[in-house]
């Protein structure tokens, strides 16, 4: 079992910048695929970010890249977000997760990951 904790959630305006943070507990940090995600009223649960287990390889979803960064620290067992030029519609409440092994071509699929945190609160106003 892994257990997430999300934080670093708020009210800012468009433009503004904000860095989300992970901590995980149980099983070996190190070992897991760790992604974020984000879900707005009335949508599904999308993908924004996933990083390697080594922190060596990231992708993005579209709507973000060059904007957010996902990052992680292994010794503090810890998986960051850092979100620029944040934009009203980044406003969801934004998830991170974990997955034990996943291909990474796959690593966008919300199904590869087995562990969710409750999630943070993001609003962005205009």
């Known amino acids: 079992q892994v257990q997430l904790v999300e934080s670093g959630g708020g009210l800012v305006q468009a433009g503004d910048s904000l860095r989300l943070s992970c901590v995980a507990s149980?099983?070996?940090?190190?070992?897991?695929?760790m992604g974020w995600f984000r879900q707005a009223p009335g949508n599904e649960r999308e993908f924004v970010a996933t990083i390697s287990w080594s922190g060596g390889v990231a992708a993005y979803a579209d709507s973000v890249r060059g904007r957010f960064t996902i990052s992680r620290d292994n010794v503090k067992n810890t998986v960051y977000l850092q979100m620029n030029s944040l934009k009203p519609e980044d406003t969801a409440v934004y998830y991170c997760a974990a997955a034990p092994s996943v291909n990474w071509a796959t690593a966008r699929r919300k199904t590869e990951y087995d562990y969710w945190g409750q999630g943070t609160q993001v609003t962005v106003s205009t």
């Open positions: 149980g099983r070996t940090f190190s070992g897991y695929v």
